[in-house]
């Protein structure tokens, strides 16, 4: 449906209520709007960059000029046969993606023999953190970050940078990202949208940038590595991390550390290295319940 059919079909509802009941109506769209998908304006700020995002990237958002392997992907059930999708979590949310299966332009299965009944579900994947986890991690597993400094390793199309600058008051908030398409992206939306007073994109391996990662009071590694670099060479980017980043320095993951590490034979002892931060707020636990993503994000301080 266009913006222009769905006004009109607003208006219809709207018209068609008793006249008494339309206040309430009203009232109710807007605490919907306002509380239940978002408590703030971040929200519709994020969208509406998503929105604009999608006209500019392939349909799965992964320029030709990346190299990504999703067989790296240690979770994930397959024989090497399955397909696997990468549908981008800033750009689509959960509704759009039905809507995508509606029309026909996405499925959710493919065929094992060509032209039977016989389907398996398609994995889906993505490599951005969706507006609810980016909203999630600022509001309940970050503390006030005023005069602080935010660095997200891995950047790709930006969300967690427009997330840090619409959810937090983090003075500098800084994207590392290797590939020039998605850097030249990044740099267009926030210039469009005028975000360059707090955030800056480097385009450079961060292994490169030691001074930028041991100024960071945050860091966040949004599956950062996994699908675009060989075993050998996450190993070594980890190693390096180890040995970089300052005490104090909260670190934002997905998947966990434990399980990231798990099989690339880093020889990292964590515990001498991270204290993970249980989260306590017993409306966060409530929301990463019923939001199986969001029990995937782990948060860690430098000791």
Same mark, same amino acid.
């Given at each position: 449906?266009?913006?222009?059919?769905?006004?009109?079909?607003?208006?219809?509802?709207?018209?068609?209520?008793?006249?008494?009941?339309?206040?309430?109506? $009203?009232?109710?769209?807007?605490?919907? $709007?306002?509380?239940?998908?978002?408590?703030?304006?971040?929200?519709?700020?994020?969208?509406?960059?998503?929105? &604009?995002?999608?006209? @500019?990237?392939?349909?799965?958002?992964?320029?030709?000029?990346?190299?990504?392997?999703?067989?790296?992907?240690?979770?994930?059930?397959?024989?090497?046969?399955?397909?696997?999708?990468?549908? &981008?979590?800033?750009?689509?949310?959960?509704?759009?993606?039905?809507? /995508?299966v509606?029309?026909?332009? $996405?499925?959710?299965?493919?065929?094992?023999?060509?032209?039977s009944i *016989?389907?398996?579900?398609?994995?889906?994947?993505?490599?951005?953190?969706?507006?609810?986890?980016?909203?999630?991690i600022?509001q309940?597993?970050?503390?006030?970050l005023?005069?602080?400094? /935010?660095? *997200?390793?891995?950047?790709?199309?930006g969300a967690?940078?427009?997330?840090?600058?619409?959810?937090?008051?983090?003075?500098?908030?800084?994207?590392?990202?290797?590939?020039?398409? @998605?850097?030249? /992206?990044?740099?267009?939306i926030?210039d469009?949208?005028?975000l360059? &007073?707090?955030?800056?994109?480097?385009c450079?391996?961060?292994?490169?940038?030691?001074?930028?990662?041991?100024?960071?009071?945050?860091?966040?590694?949004?599956?950062v590595?996994?699908?675009?670099?060989?075993?050998?060479?996450q190993?070594?980017?980890?190693?390096?991390?180890?040995?970089?980043?300052?005490?104090?320095t909260? @670190?934002?993951?997905?998947?966990?550390?434990?399980e990231?590490?798990?099989?690339?034979?880093?020889?990292?002892?964590?515990?001498?290295?991270?204290?993970?931060?249980?989260?306590?707020?017993?409306v966060a636990? /409530?929301?990463?319940?019923?939001?199986?993503?969001?029990?995937?994000?782990c948060?860690?301080?430098?000791?």
């Amino acid at each position: 449906m266009d913006l222009a059919s769905a006004q009109k079909a607003f208006i219809s509802l709207v018209t068609s209520l008793e006249p008494q009941d339309r206040p309430e109506f $009203l009232t109710w769209c807007k605490d919907y $709007l306002l509380n239940d998908l978002s408590d703030s304006k971040a929200y519709f700020d994020l969208r509406t960059i998503a929105e &604009d995002i999608k006209s @500019l990237v392939p349909t799965e958002a992964i320029f030709p000029s990346e190299e990504i392997n999703h067989s790296n992907i240690g979770n994930l059930p397959q024989t090497g046969n399955e397909p696997i999708i990468h549908v &981008d979590s800033f750009l689509f949310e959960d509704d759009q993606i039905d809507a /995508l299966v509606e029309e026909g332009k $996405l499925s959710r299965n493919y065929c094992k023999n060509c032209g039977s009944i *016989d389907v398996r579900p398609i994995t889906f994947i993505s490599h951005s953190a969706s507006v609810q986890r980016i909203e999630f991690i600022f509001q309940y597993m970050l503390p006030d970050l005023s005069g602080k400094v /935010l660095l *997200d390793v891995g950047s790709r199309l930006g969300a967690i940078l427009y997330g840090a600058y619409y959810c937090s008051a983090a003075s500098k908030i800084i994207g590392v990202e290797i590939n020039q398409d @998605l850097c030249t /992206l990044q740099n267009h939306i926030i210039d469009k949208y005028n975000l360059r &007073d707090r955030i800056q994109v480097i385009c450079n391996n961060v292994c490169n940038l030691p001074e930028i990662v041991h100024d960071a009071n945050v860091i966040i590694l949004n599956n950062v590595f996994e699908c675009f670099m060989p075993k050998e060479t996450q190993k070594q980017i980890w190693i390096w991390l180890k040995n970089h980043t300052t005490s104090g320095t909260i @670190l934002i993951t997905v998947p966990s550390m434990e399980e990231t590490l798990s099989s690339l034979g880093t020889g990292i002892d964590i515990s001498s290295w991270l204290r993970k931060i249980p989260i306590t707020d017993p409306v966060a636990v /409530l929301k990463m319940d019923d939001q199986d993503l969001l029990s995937e994000i782990c948060s860690y301080v430098v000791i």
